[in-house]
């Protein structure tokens, strides 16, 4: 004889298979497509720039060629400028996106589960984390921060390759 057990489970009511198991909070899809969504800023946060920096390098060249027309410095350094400035909006906006999504992810953690493992906490800790060898001093540094002034310089370099090009003082030799 088998005898089903069934009752009524209201709206964020927590959900569990069997009373020996932990119960599962009724918004835990909610919270894995924000982790999922996280995850996917953060690869955007460093793909964009990586990739303006080859395109730039490229525009850079043109601009500041010996055999490079005016009208082509003109462009090439223009649109490396624009290029330069286009990816640190970008930077700024996904990581915007993704610290949005940390801090509420580490919200969701300390009132479901009592511990984070996103947003400031996990930053502290990963921080505080020492990274042996010679180079691991980099570590220590914001990557944030660091890319932002890299992206900078390069449009700075473009807008020093725009003004030669207006002055019409040529290429660098």
């Not at 969504?37 to 460093?46: C, F, G, H, S, Y």
């Amino acid at each position: 004889m088998l005898t089903v057990l069934a009752r009524t489970v209201r709206e964020n009511e927590p959900v569990t298979t069997s009373p020996n198991l932990p119960t599962t909070p009724p918004d835990l899809p909610v919270y894995q497509a924000v982790a999922a969504r996280r995850m996917q800023w953060d690869a955007l946060l460093w793909q964009v720039p990586s990739l303006s920096l080859a395109a730039q390098a490229f525009l850079l060249t043109v601009a500041f060629g010996p055999d490079t027309s005016r009208t082509s410095r003109l462009l090439a350094s223009g649109l490396a400028v624009v290029a330069a400035l286009l990816s640190l909006h970008l930077l700024i906006r996904h990581r915007q996106a993704e610290v949005t999504d940390a801090h509420w992810l580490a919200e969701y953690e300390l009132q479901h589960f009592g511990i984070t493992a996103h947003g400031p906490e996990w930053r502290d800790r990963r921080n505080a984390t020492v990274i042996p060898g010679h180079l691991g001093a980099l570590a220590r540094i914001p990557a944030f921060p660091l890319w932002q002034a890299a992206l900078s310089l390069f449009g700075v370099v473009g807008l020093i390759a725009f003004v030669l090009a207006i002055f019409d003082i040529g290429s660098l030799r």
